[in-house]
């Protein structure tokens, strides 16, 4: 298995574009997660699904940020306008909740707002 | 939601028991611990779960107090790749699933 895959790995923009991050849970795994990380705040849950329906959003920023998994396999993390205060490593996970809440994380998007 | 309390780094020489605690003094009696690590750059990585019992896995062992108000990791022989961030978690109840909540954990340094 590949493991959870997010891409772009590494994402510069400026203030104000839209910014997608993508993310592919491994295979077979039901439950979802977005996370933020930076120094100041640590790693902060965002939101997160189960069986592609969205259980908790209430880590989501404001209304610049949304969260879609349209199905099992494909999860996108928008924000827009994007402001330099977002920039942060996003890490995707995922889990088959019902046998363990072991969390499998992505790489992680490392992403600059200018 | 119980919390946990961690020192903010340690460190320890190659080849040797690296121990590190983690106080989560409100802890429930059906909330779990957890430990996961994030090595520089990476996303974070599980390595071991315990209700009350100890627990051994190929990674480490994990001893939880009878009181299960702390606990230990304890990463018997430390390699220099055992650098990481070590994050102690109690598991957090949202919605139905179980959401672990990562604090700031311990910056654990292995030197040579």
């Known amino acids: 298995d590949a493991g959870v895959i997010q891409s772009p790995r590494h994402e510069v923009t400026e203030m104000g574009q839209e910014v997608t991050l993508r993310c592919k849970p491994i295979s077979g795994h039901n439950s979802l997660f977005w996370y933020r990380q930076t120094m100041m705040r640590g790693l902060e849950l965002l939101i997160y699904?189960?069986?592609?329906?969205?259980?908790?959003d209430s880590g989501m920023p404001e209304d610049r940020f949304s969260a879609k998994m349209p199905n099992a396999s494909f999860s996108t993390l928008k924000i827009q306008p994007s402001e330099p205060r977002d920039s942060a490593v996003y890490f995707c996970?995922?889990?088959?909740?019902?046998?363990?809440?072991?969390?499998?994380f992505g790489p992680g998007t490392r992403l600059t707002v200018l | 939601d119980a919390k946990t309390t961690q020192p903010p780094s340690m460190d320890c020489a190659e080849g040797r028991a690296a121990n590190l605690p983690c106080n989560h003094s409100t802890i429930s009696g059906n909330e779990y611990v957890y430990w996961y690590r994030q090595i520089h750059s990476q996303g974070p990585q599980y390595i071991i779960h315990?209700?009350?019992n100890n627990e051994t896995n190929e990674m480490a062992s994990l001893i939880i107090t009878e009181d299960r108000k702390s606990s230990t990791l304890i990463l018997p022989h430390a390699t220099l790749r055992d650098t990481a961030v070590y994050y102690c978690i109690v598991r957090v109840k949202a919605g139905g699933s179980y959401i672990p909540t990562f604090g700031r954990g311990t910056s654990l340094i292995v030197h040579p």
């Open positions: 996970a995922s889990s088959f909740s019902q046998k363990s809440d072991e969390q499998f």
């Open positions: 315990g209700l009350k």
């Open positions: 699904f189960n069986n592609n329906v969205p259980i908790d």
